[in-house]
């Protein structure tokens, strides 16, 4: 696609449920990053994928929390358990290997009752 | 030695007039520095970067003014319009594929007519 897709946009669900979110990548970047921003805060790194591998994953807030992606190409962040502390929106982003520029896709906002 | 701190938290300003919003960082060995643009329910867009081998870097009525000594960088936006009102967020890295951008907390503008 033209940009980077995530899904769902939104998701509200109870309190102790899984959740997965999807990002898919523009196609060709390598890189990709998965970043939280809660109400009013700035973007919290989460987790950085080159490839396949995760060479930096210092973001992720617990072990409630992982992410995986197949193919160089989508990710799916999981959140096991969820709290109503995990409520935000979860960006993705993409980039070439060697461009500054991130390119975020609209993010997906999760709302834990 | 990670951090960004951004500042004001919100700014409000009349249309015709300038935006200022200033980063500090601690790393030195960050050499790239973006800003990025939020519009409510969007994901963070590039407006503009620089990397310190310049103090200034001007696009149209947006200018990045660079300190290395005191390592701060700042936006200025000439010439607000309301269209201008978004979150802005500077961030930090270092220039190559190994490495996250570390983002500010955030400055909410508004320009008002």
């Known amino acids: 696609g033209a940009g980077v897709s995530q899904s769902p946009s939104n998701k509200v669900t109870e309190k102790g449920k899984d959740v997965e979110l999807r990002c898919d990548p523009i196609s060709g970047h390598t890189a990709l990053y998965w970043y939280r921003q809660s109400l009013g805060q700035g973007l919290e790194f989460l987790i950085y994928?080159?490839?396949?591998?995760?060479?930096?994953k210092s973001g992720l807030p617990s072990d409630r929390f992982s992410a995986e992606r197949t193919g160089g190409s989508v990710s799916t962040l999981t959140i096991q358990r969820t709290q109503q502390e995990d409520s935000a929106v979860y960006l993705c982003?993409?980039?070439?290997?060697?461009?500054?520029?991130?390119?975020f896709g609209e993010g997906s906002r999760l709302t834990v009752l | 030695q990670q951090q960004v701190k951004q500042s004001p938290q919100s700014l409000i300003v009349q249309k015709g007039g300038i935006s200022i919003i200033n980063c500090a960082y601690e790393n030195t060995a960050f050499d790239y520095f973006p800003w990025y643009q939020q519009f409510p329910g969007k994901g963070p867009a590039l407006l503009i970067a620089?990397?310190?081998?310049?103090s200034e870097k001007k696009e149209g009525r947006f200018t990045i003014s660079f300190n290395k000594s005191a390592k701060q960088f700042s936006l200025h936006i000439m010439d607000s319009q309301p269209g201008d009102s978004a979150t802005y967020f500077c961030a930090a890295s270092k220039d190559d594929n190994t490495d996250k951008l570390i983002f500010g907390t955030g400055t909410r503008l508004q320009v008002f007519p």
């Open positions: 994928f080159q490839g396949n591998s995760a060479p930096d």
């Open positions: 982003a993409s980039r070439f290997t060697t461009a500054g520029e991130l390119f």
């Open positions: 620089i990397r310190p081998d310049v």
